[in-house]
């Protein structure tokens, strides 16, 4: 049986370890998940490793430990009907990975942030991401980003 406890914790490790990647572009090292989880052993990362690695959140390659694409996955809920007043469950259908579905030829496509207003008219506002696919042709009414004159 789990302890909720322990749960909470490791969720929070774990939320606590993603952030960290995304914002440093690597794995921490050891001395900095203790740092990060506030704990004074290495023994107790070693633990939190050990069910990251039994869950499939991360696998060990060459003696460097590797984020798996499921530690991004995020809950995908119950239908709602749109235009109709509806009550929410709780009720997680299953666990999707972003990438799977927003990401359909990662060798031609990337992300780029809007800047500027121009585009506000559009609904493109500053701060939003985009997902470009240069390998895609135009076509009437697509909205592209061009290179003209050095630009």
Known sequence: MSDPKRESIYEERKAALKAFFQENGYFPSFSEMMHLFAVKTKSSITLFLEKMLAQGELIRKQGKYILTDTLFNLNMYESVDAGYPTVMRDEIKYRVNVQDVLVTNPLSQFLV????????????????ILIVDRKKVPRLGDMVIAYVDDE
């Open 113 to 128: 942030k809007v800047a500027g207003e121009s585009m506000i008219e559009a609904g493109l506002i500053p701060g939003d």
